[in-house]
């Protein structure tokens, strides 16, 4: 432990970030870097506890305690190997993951979490810095080739491990650019773009083929894959997006908002697209869905120049403390005050959509809304008892719309069903929990693909454990 009554001693302290109207101007990382001194003091808040449920908290089970008190002792190589012992990208995690270990954290029983997320970045980016993170050279080769298919954080971290564990390891990706949601799906100032291209430069380095521009299945044929490879991954990720089909849904101007995303962060990086342009320059935009991607595109609407960003909500304003619902050390559904909202959003609650309206032409004018009243479930105490209020409807004027409401499973058409692997109830693919092994022998899956729309420390977490079963497997065969 760090120090003693550090937790007595100092208050959570977040580092500052730049004021809205210069951030706004551009598409870099806005936070600024905390000093030692504030790390010091804000890693000295950890009370290594007996029972570390942060760590629990953890998808990927980071040695939290520990990693603190080496920062509390500014032993910073040892915090740094410390925290790579579990997870592959730091530099990513400490960047957008919501943190579940701070909900876990048991200071945050009557006061306020420890700064993990942040501490866990600038463990790593000091690393880069000083010079001792470095690329790791496997120890050992093997003749065995495995193809991982989807280079977004599952994909990338399965490699990774494969790689170190003396495996050919072979990424194909159908976008021009190594990354998948990390490189393309989340804007430059949540993830700045050098980050992923910093890693995916070492990983090259280390060994890894990457292959960009290839859709396994439409541009390289399936049978090559099989005959290539001694183990496949699929680790192409969830994103069928969830439509909003109610009337009018052709009208134009309504997005899905991983089409706008990913659009964006192509101009963002000078990189061509054939698409049609999304601008929301001088207009009026509604995001509909409450989550981090209908958050992204708050943020990037207002980079662009829009002139107001709705953001709705079918259900009620989320409270901002902890209920009995939501007892510690589970993850809370609390009020979210991103980033993006400070900058500029009117957000609405209890409001359900109920048609597109658009002009004779067919362009989307605004969006008929209807006022929704909740009452909580007697047992779980949870919003799920919905009727609309008489005479509330409203139409709300806009000219984008933004469909933000998740994902539904995996893509089947093309790779999934040329493999002819299996699917679950909700269209995921098969991959057996304890195994991470589809129903074809060789193939496995890992990842969105498997668990469905989940958050990136899952995603490293499945990578993870996805690698150690094609290592059992291959250890089977021998």
């Known amino acids: 432990m760090g120090k003693i009554d550090g937790f007595l001693l100092y208050d959570r302290e977040l580092p500052s970030k730049l004021d809205v109207e210069k951030r706004l101007k551009d598409y870099k990382e806005f936070i600024q870097k905390p000093s030692d001194q504030q790390l010091n003091c804000q890693s000295a808040r950890c009370m290594d506890c007996g029972v570390p449920f942060c760590q629990n908290g953890c998808p990927l089970g980071n040695l939290i305690p520990e990693f603190n008190e080496a920062v509390?002792?500014?032993?910073?190589?040892?915090?740094?190997?410390?925290?790579?012992?579990?997870?592959?990208?730091?530099?990513?995690?400490?960047?957008?993951?919501?943190?579940?270990?701070?909900?876990?954290?048991?200071l945050g029983i009557n006061d306020k979490a420890v700064t993990i997320e942040e501490i866990e970045k600038n463990i790593v980016e000091m690393a880069f810095e000083q010079g001792f993170a470095k690329p790791r050279l496997p120890k050992l080769k093997t003749d065995k080739k495995v193809a991982v298919v989807g280079s977004?954080?599952?994909?990338?971290?399965?490699?990774?491990?494969?790689?170190?564990?003396?495996?050919?390891?072979?990424?194909?990706?159908?976008?021009?650019?190594?990354?998948?949601?990390?490189r393309f799906g989340i804007p430059d100032f949540k993830l700045d773009k050098n980050i992923v291209e910093r890693r995916v430069q070492w990983m090259k380095e280390e060994g890894i083929e990457f292959c960009t521009g290839i859709n396994v299945g439409v541009n390289y044929a399936v049978e090559e894959l099989n005959r290539n490879f001694d183990a496949i991954v699929l680790a192409t990720g969830s994103t069928v997006p969830k439509d909003l089909v109610i009337p009018n849904r052709d009208a134009k101007g309504i997005y899905f908002a991983m089409d706008f995303l990913k659009q964006s962060n192509k101009k963002v990086s000078g990189i061509p697209f054939e698409e049609e342009e999304i601008n929301t320059k001088g207009k009026k935009v509604v995001v509909i869905g409450g989550g981090d991607t209908g958050s992204d595109c708050i943020g990037t609407s207002n980079r662009q120049g829009a002139e107001v960003v709705y953001q709705i909500y079918y259900k009620p304003m989320q409270p901002?403390?902890?209920?009995?619902?939501?007892?510690?050390?589970?993850?809370?559904?609390?009020?979210?005050?991103?980033?993006?909202?400070?900058?500029?959003?009117?957000?609405?609650?209890?409001?359900?959509?109920?048609?597109?309206?658009?002009?004779?032409?067919?362009?989307?004018?605004?969006?008929?809304l209807v006022e929704a009243e909740w009452t909580k479930d007697s047992d779980e105490g949870k919003w799920n008892l919905y009727t609309e209020k008489p005479a509330s409807e409203f139409v709300l004027e806009c000219d984008i719309i933004f469909i933000a409401l998740g994902y539904t499973h995996v893509e089947h058409k093309g790779l999934v069903e040329a493999l002819d692997i299996h699917l679950d109830p909700k269209g995921n693919l098969i991959g057996n929990n304890k195994e991470y092994k589809t129903n074809?022998?060789?193939?496995?899956?890992?990842?969105?693909?498997?668990?469905?729309?989940?958050?990136?420390?899952?995603?490293?977490?499945?990578?993870?454990?996805?690698?150690?079963?094609?290592?059992?497997?291959?250890?089977?065969?021998?």
């Not at 954080?153 to 399965?158: H, Y």
């Not at 109920?354 to 362009?363: C, L, P």
């Not at 958050?455 to 089977?476: D, M, P, T, Y």
């Open 72 to 106: 509390y002792k500014k032993q910073w190589q040892k915090a740094y190997q410390i925290l790579i012992s579990t997870n592959n990208f730091p530099e990513f995690t400490g960047r957008i993951c919501p943190a579940p270990c701070e909900s876990a954290c048991v």
């Open 320 to 368: 901002t403390e902890r209920d009995e619902t939501m007892p510690w050390p589970s993850y809370p559904a609390l009020l979210q005050i991103t980033s993006s909202h400070e900058e500029g959003c009117d957000r609405m609650w209890s409001v359900n959509s109920k048609e597109f309206v658009k002009d004779e032409n067919g362009t989307l004018k605004g969006i008929r």
């Open 440 to 478: 074809q022998d060789k193939i496995f899956t890992c990842g969105d693909a498997r668990k469905g729309q989940s958050l990136v420390v899952w995603a490293i977490a499945e990578g993870r454990q996805c690698a150690e079963k094609i290592n059992e497997f291959f250890k089977n065969k021998s």
């Open 152 to 182: 977004g954080p599952a994909g990338l971290a399965a490699a990774y491990q494969l790689n170190q564990m003396g495996y050919m390891t072979t990424v194909f990706e159908r976008d021009p650019e190594i990354g998948g949601l990390l």
